[in-house]
Every structure is written in C-alpha cells, then in structure tokens.
C-alpha cells in the first residue's frame, strides 16, 4: 500500500489528452513539491515534472504538472506511441522524513 | 556527462549482508544529496535512503531503518549502501540516484541503471 495514492492504469488514443492523479495528505502533498518519473520498460526511471509543475530541459511541454491541496495531476497533451510508460508521483513527507512514492500509473496509448 | 553505475548486487541468504556501491561522476559528487531506490520485482518504485551533500546527514525508510547503512566517499565519489539482516522482502532492483541539491528534499534527477540483489535460501 503507496503512501500516494495513483490509478493502477490509464490509456488513451494517439492525439488525445489523458491525466493521471496522485492524492497523499498534508504532511507530504500538501507541505512539499510533487515529482513525476516516467519509466519506460526496461529503464531508469527520468524526472518528468519537478516542483509541482516545472519541466527539464528536453522535456517536451506536452508534459504538464498541477497540484491542489493534497493532490496533484500530470497531464500529456497530444498523445504519443512512445508515451506508453509507468508514471510515478513523489514526494518528500515531513511526518516520514522521507521521500513517498505513488504505486504507479500503467499507460496504455491504444 | 552525468553518470551513475552501481555494483555489488548478488544472490545472498536470508540473513546476509551485502554492500552496494554507487560510482558517480560528471558532477561535484560532494555537493549534491545522493540516494537509493529500489524496486522489487513488477513492484512499483520504493525510497530507501538518503545522504545529504556537505555534512552528510542520513535518512532511511522505516522498512530497512538498522539494518541498511548508507555513506559516501567524497575522494573516491563513490556512494555506498551497507546492508545486513536481509529478508526476502529486500529483494529489488537497487538504483542509487542524484538529488537536485544539496537537502534530502530535492528530487532524484538522474539515475542509475540499477544492481540486482536476491535474497533468497
């Protein structure tokens, strides 16, 4: 059992708009920055969002962050074959004094 | 270029130990917070430790909190993780992973590929 809670699946047609949702609570979500790794098969996790909404350099801007309260959403616009990955948010927690992460979210692109 | 190559994964009974290592280069190896994740088999990801840069303060999930030890070697920038008393549940692909700073709080920005340990009899 994740301590941040994410849908153990999402999917969606090329071109289309999917979200994927992370909630915790107030002593990881809602006191500190949210993370999203996308990790395609067989590969190392790569940091998506940084500090709630903030993209690396090289990361496309279909790639989008959000948080509200105790949750948070990624966004990708414009769906892509080689978006077909496990999504995962994270956080650091203050009660925990460490980090959390979501169990995962599978991404079919059908 | 950033680069983080881990080593020490093994097969080791229930009740072993085993040291993992963490070779790291392309960065100011001391400045940055240093961690390791793991993930079990068809498991999602699961935090295990972090080191913070500069002095060094140590944080541990509560899963392998006295039995997992993990330090750094600043002239060898080399990150280590000291694992004893392992269980079955320890089992997992163990990556060490950059931090976006120096606090425990920044994000794992690059990652490893990972060292397989099986603890199993």
């Known amino acids: 059992q994740s301590v941040l809670t994410q849908p153990p699946s999402a999917s969606g047609t090329p071109g289309q708009r999917v979200t994927i949702s992370c909630s915790g609570s107030?002593?990881?979500?809602?006191?500190?920055?949210v993370y999203w790794y996308q990790q395609l098969p067989g590969t190392a996790p790569k940091l998506l969002i940084y500090?709630?909404?903030q993209r690396p350099s090289g990361v496309p801007d279909r790639f989008s962050g959000s948080k509200s309260g105790t949750s948070a959403s990624l966004a990708i616009s414009g769906l892509r074959s080689e978006d077909e990955a496990e999504y995962y948010c994270?956080?650091?927690?203050?009660?925990?004094?460490?980090?959390?992460f979501g169990g995962g979210t599978k991404l079919t692109v059908l | 270029e950033v680069q983080l190559v881990e080593s020490g994964g093994n097969l080791v009974q229930p009740g072993g130990s085993l040291r993992l290592s963490c070779a790291a280069s392309?960065?100011?190896?001391?400045?940055?917070?240093m961690g390791w994740v793991r993930q079990a088999p068809g498991k999602g990801l699961e935090w295990v430790s972090t080191?913070?840069?500069?002095?060094?303060?140590?944080y541990y999930a509560d899963s392998v909190k006295g039995r997992f030890t993990i330090s750094r070697d600043k002239s060898k920038n080399t990150l280590y993780l000291q694992m004893i008393s392992l269980r079955a549940e320890d089992t997992a692909v163990y990556s060490c992973?950059?931090?976006?700073?120096?606090?425990?709080?920044?994000?794992?920005?690059?990652w490893g590929q990972g060292t397989m340990v099986t603890v199993s009899s």
């Open positions: 392309g960065f100011t190896f001391s400045s940055y917070a």
């Open positions: 994270a956080a650091w927690d203050d009660s925990l004094s460490g980090w959390v």
């Open positions: 107030s002593s990881n979500i809602g006191d500190n920055y």
């Open positions: 992973a950059k931090q976006g700073g120096g606090g425990p709080y920044d994000a794992f920005d690059i």
């Open positions: 500090r709630n909404n």
């Open positions: 080191i913070s840069g500069g002095a060094g303060s140590t």
